[in-house]
């Protein structure tokens, strides 16, 4: 089972984080190095203490270094400070590393670990970049803020494809996507259509979106329906944390994040810092994070005898506190006890729990779809954001239908997406945030011109207008959706 002694070791940035983090770091380094994991650990420092030095991100300039030389990290939990003025941690180190996938493995332990879903095995691969994790948000008027929800094809297709290639190398047999492309029909419209086309490139797999309302419900009340979910990113982020606690807790998952030249692992809980130093955490989450590295850096069969030892010990009754339970756990031990447990166990099958079987994996295939030429990309109007209190919708048509000039014409008057002129109705609340849209008035291109000389009507009216969005259609196709009740 271990690694031969000629195998080169492969090098690794560790960090040990925050709270719990080096006690369960400790325990996971020593359980796969007692393994015969070849790795040539560095170790950088994240988290509080560099926070505490004024660095904003959590992470020293030089650890990029080590980052950029090793490519691979294992990372402990650290504590996010509160208040403002922080950045996260997480969202840094994925965006700049371009770590697109998130990939949760949620499995039931049943009978060992108490579930309402003794049969649940599913992967969750969350988009990870995209999203409203752009963070790019804005307050307009007194009354209303946006965030930017920004769903990009080459984002789409790069974590549908791992999703199905992961699918692929871990003999799984359905990948299925969460949208809410009933309503969000541009942004999640996009991620399913992707879905469908790369889908087609893996006949062999079956198939299946479901709206993410009614897919989480189902998930949550027959987890054992699924096998890979793909999802854009918010969705992934809140759904993670409920497939990997109604397996039993979120102390047992850990994560991938994977990107074209760099992978972080680490355990999907935080530094619990109220456990720290007190030898009581459970290693398990981190450690399967570690497993998927060394799947990751080609040592499988190290991560094959790592996952195995860990479920013979599961199976034991060998349990931390947090899993513990009279009558099914058997000992209860500290985060150094259960190291020394998986470590004794090295070289064994569980016997009652389904030992896994780690194949040395085959390169993904990561090809980019053939480009698509691009399409006619046509001005066609704009709607101009107001912050206005100065009556109702009719008050506001009055001053800016004049507005109309050079072919563009007002269309329409919305209100937090709600159209509200022509034709609105009595009873929708009106707020301060008004979208007022003008369109072409025939089948001509609008020039940018056109555009500006409405800005400077609004501008000569004294209206106060907070943003532009322009409006073009893609071969035809309208690049806009249509307000509620248009
Ligand atoms: P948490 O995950 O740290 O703890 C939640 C609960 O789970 C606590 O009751 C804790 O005692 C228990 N728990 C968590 N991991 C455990 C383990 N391995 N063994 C036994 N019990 C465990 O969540 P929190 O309390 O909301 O956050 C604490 C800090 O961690 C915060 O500063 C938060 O920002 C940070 N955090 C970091 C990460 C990360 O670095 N990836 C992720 C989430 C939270």
């Known amino acids: 089972m271990t690694a031969t002694l000629t195998q080169k070791k492969t090098p690794i940035t560790v ?47 030089s650890a990029w270094d080590s980052l950029r030389r090793t490519r691979v990290f294992l990372k402990a939990p650290i504590t996010t400070p509160q208040g403002g003025g922080f950045k996260s941690l997480n969202v840094t180190v994925r965006k700049t590393l371009g770590l697109y996938a998130n990939v949760r493995p949620c499995q039931s332990l049943s009978p060992y670990v108490a579930t309402k879903h003794p049969n649940m095995d599913l992967v969750i691969v969350r988009e990870n970049e ?9 307050r307009q008027t007194q009354q209303v803020t946006q965030a930017l929800k920004l769903i990009s094809r080459p984002g789409s297709e790069k974590v549908i494809r791992y999703a199905f290639e992961y699918a692929k190398q871990n003999n799984r047999k359905k990948v299925t996507a969460f949208t809410k492309d009933n309503i969000l029909k541009m942004t999640d419209g996009l991620f ?93 989450a981190l450690l399967l994070g570690a497993v998927m590295m060394l799947n990751h850096i080609h040592q499988s069969e190290v991560a094959e005898g790592v996952h195995n030892a860990w479920l013979t010990t599961m199976e034991d009754g060998i349990h931390t506190y947090d899993i513990y339970k009279e009558g099914t756990s058997k000992q209860k031990v500290g985060t150094r006890e259960f190291g020394d447990a998986v470590i004794e166990r090295l070289g064994r099958t569980p016997r009652k729990l389904k030992p896994v079987k780690y194949l040395t994996s085959s390169a993904m295939d990561t090809h980019q779809r053939p480009f ?53 109705s009595p009873e929708t609340f009106l707020s301060d945030h008004w979208t007022c849209r003008f369109i072409a008035d025939g089948p001509h291109t609008v020039s940018h011109h056109a555009v500006l000389n409405v800005l400077h009507g609004f501008l000569a009216r004294d209206l106060d207008f907070i943003k532009t969005e322009l409006l073009y259609t893609f071969d035809g196709k309208p690049g806009f959706s249509l307000a509620q009740g248009q």
């Open 15 to 61: 960090a040990y984080g925050d709270g719990i983090g080096p006690e369960i770091m400790d325990a996971t380094l020593r359980i796969i190095n007692a393994a015969g994991a070849q790795i040539d650990q560095e170790t950088i420092e994240i988290g509080e203490a560099v926070y505490n030095r004024g660095i904003s991100n959590g992470i020293e300039p």
């Open 130 to 138: 995209e999203d409203v994790y752009g963070g790019i948000e804005h």
């Open 192 to 284: 399913h259509k992707v879905f469908d086309e790369i889908g087609s490139d893996y006949p062999d797999i079956e198939k299946e979106h479901w709206i993410v309302d009614i897919g989480a419900a189902k998930m949550a009340d027959t987890p054992e329906a699924f096998d890979v979910i793909v999802m854009p990113n918010l969705y992934g982020d809140v759904l993670s944390d409920v497939a990997a606690q109604i397996t039993g807790s979120v102390g047992l998952a850990g994560s991938a994040n994977i990107g074209e030249h760099f992978a972080m692992f680490e355990a999907i809980h935080g530094s619990a810092p109220r456990r720290a130093g007190q030898n009581l955490a459970n290693p398990s």
């Open 372 to 424: 698509k030429p691009l399409e006619e990309k046509r001005l066609v109007g704009v709607d101009v954001f107001v912050d206005w209190s100065g009556g109702g919708p009719d008050d506001l048509a009055e001053a800016i239908v004049p507005l109309a000039t050079d072919g563009l014409s007002l269309q329409m008057i919305s209100n937090r997406g709600t159209k509200v002129w022509p034709g609105g």
